[in-house]
């Protein structure tokens, strides 16, 4: 039976170990080493090396093929001294990891060199609890949680699409949320509307939902827009810096506009509608894919155009496309996965189906084509010839 | 012979249905074999002898005006969406 000193001693004798020297050389290459930190949490808290990715010791077999599934990445990995990172180093070659290095000396013999080092932003324990389903996802993590908190998002709308849209931003501690609506509560929006409530009614749905919001989670601060949105406000409220623009509107004039200004302050939205039994769901990202003009170039005429308040909505239909919605915004703030851009997803309720279809970029479109004819706000009540509702 | 989806905008024109079979080898005689059923089509999908500007039609879950408009081929067991624009958000 081997001691611990006899053990480390074989461990080292069989991985490779670079000096903090040879790891800084590697950082400043930028040669596409990854540095892995198996520290406990709190050591991390007190900095670490730039750019590395954190994964406690404990959990590094669980996570690290998450976290790096590429396993001819080249991997330092460090903790205090080099010792505890010797064998996660020999656990990583274990498994399947082929250019693996143990940073000898540690993070402690890096200061000793005075090489940079990134002090964390830290979650509260608090903070900690409340999103700890979201950390244990490595594409979520402690990283993502902070970008979330971070995030600015512009919800169109607090009514059907907006109300599980910013109830599930909230919960997800998408730390600013702006609510641009001008109508109050009313006793017909409950069916569906489920950021109010029966004792809101009369209230302004801005100031409802801010008090929604921001009791489900304390983390959040709610903008509240108690407006319509129009060519004349549109700049000022965007000029608030939004990362995303959840569409919720329901009417044709209000998404036109909306089209235009993202385009031209290149902001993504995340766009959603919804009628009777069908809803449709998509993602405008400027400059990296189509605009809501290249899909739908004109609004058809009134008659055929009925508002969910003419010709009905079913009450869980607006739940199912805003938390796609919800879903396609919180993936654009991380960064993760494949969004909806390019795509136009078709919900069926009455048959449960999903279909897909291809949307391109035109390069004839008025506003983000290749000669644009749009380049200032329109009259969009005239171009969509239609009462407007919201 | 095309499976076609019928938005809901357009069902009171033909009688409620959400799919419809129709005949054609193009997307023009697919569309033309609806409107011969159910004339009222014809106002909602065309203008002036094309595909009406408001509304999309996809074939293979490809946009006509990607392709060949209403020349677009349609084979056997081919599903055509008919997709008008819709605002509703609340």
């Known amino acids: 039976m081997a001691t611990y000193r006899e053990l480390l001693a074989q461990v080292k004798s069989e991985i490779d170990e670079i000096s903090t020297i040879e790891a800084q050389e590697r950082l400043d290459s930028s040669d596409g080493s990854l540095f892995v930190d198996v520290r406990e949490p709190d050591e991390w808290d007190e900095g670490h090396i730039p750019g590395a990715i954190y994964t406690g010791r404990g959990r590094l077999e669980q996570r690290i093929e998450g976290l790096v599934p590429d396993k001819s990445r080249p991997l330092v990995v460090y903790c205090s001294a080099g010792n505890r990172s010797a064998f996660a ?82 919960a997800a501690g998408v730390g600013t949320l702006g609510i641009v609506d001008a109508d109050v509560v009313d006793e017909s929006n409950l069916q569906r509307q489920i950021v109010h409530s029966t004792d809101r009614l009369g209230e302004p749905k801005v100031a409802s939902a801010k008090r929604t919001l921001e009791a489900l989670n304390p983390d959040v601060r709610v903008i509240p827009f108690q407006e319509r949105l129009t060519s004349e406000n549109v700049d000022r409220i965007l000029a608030e810096g939004w990362s995303v623009i959840v569409d919720g509107a329901d009417n044709f004039p209000t998404r036109y506009l909306v089209n235009d200004a993202s385009v031209w302050s290149g902001i993504p939205v995340v766009h959603g509608s919804i009628f009777r039994f069908e809803g449709q769901v998509t993602v405008f990202s400027p400059g990296a894919g ?25 009450g869980v239909l607006p739940g199912i496309i805003g938390s796609i919605q919800a879903n396609e915004t919180l993936k654009l703030i991380l960064d993760r996965g494949d969004s909806l851009a390019g795509r136009l997803l078709l919900f069926d309720a009455l048959g449960t189906t999903l279909d897909e279809v291809t949307v391109r970029r035109s390069p004839d479109c008025p506003v983000c084509g290749d000669s644009p004819t749009i380049t200032e706000y329109v009259d969009y009540v005239e171009f969509c010839n239609a009462p407007v509702h919201l | 012979m095309a499976a076609v989806r019928i938005p809901p905008t357009l069902r009171a024109e033909v009688g409620g249905a959400r799919e419809l079979d129709a005949d054609g080898t193009t997307v023009a005689e697919v569309i033309d074999d609806l409107v011969e059923r159910y004339p009222p089509l014809a106002a909602q999908l065309l203008q002036d002898g094309d595909l009406a500007p408001f509304v999309n039609v996809y074939v293979g879950g490809e946009d006509v005006r990607t392709r060949d408009g209403l020349e677009t081929e349609v084979r056997e067991g081919d599903q055509l969406i008919l997709l008008p624009a819709m605002a509703g958000g609340s």
């Not at chain 1, 996802?137 to 599980?164: F, H, K, M, T, Y």
């Not at chain 1, 189509?290 to 079913?314: D, H, I, K, M, N």
């Open chain 1, 89 to 170: 180093a020999k656990v990583l070659e274990d498994l399947g990891y082929v250019n693996v290095a143990n940073l000898g000396g540690g993070f402690s013999d890096w200061k000793r060199n005075g090489f940079e080092i990134t002090m964390p932003r830290v979650l509260t324990p608090d903070q900690r609890t409340r999103y700890s389903r979201h950390l244990l996802i490595p594409e979520v993590g402690e990283e993502g949680q902070q970008r979330l908190l971070d995030a600015r998002v512009l919800l169109i709308g607090a009514g059907g699409l907006g109300s599980p849209a910013s109830l599930y931003l909230a």
């Open chain 1, 290 to 314: 189509p605009c809501y003009r290249c899909l739908f170039p004109q609004p058809p005429p009134p008659e055929l155009a009925p508002s969910c308040a003419e010709g009905g909505v079913l």
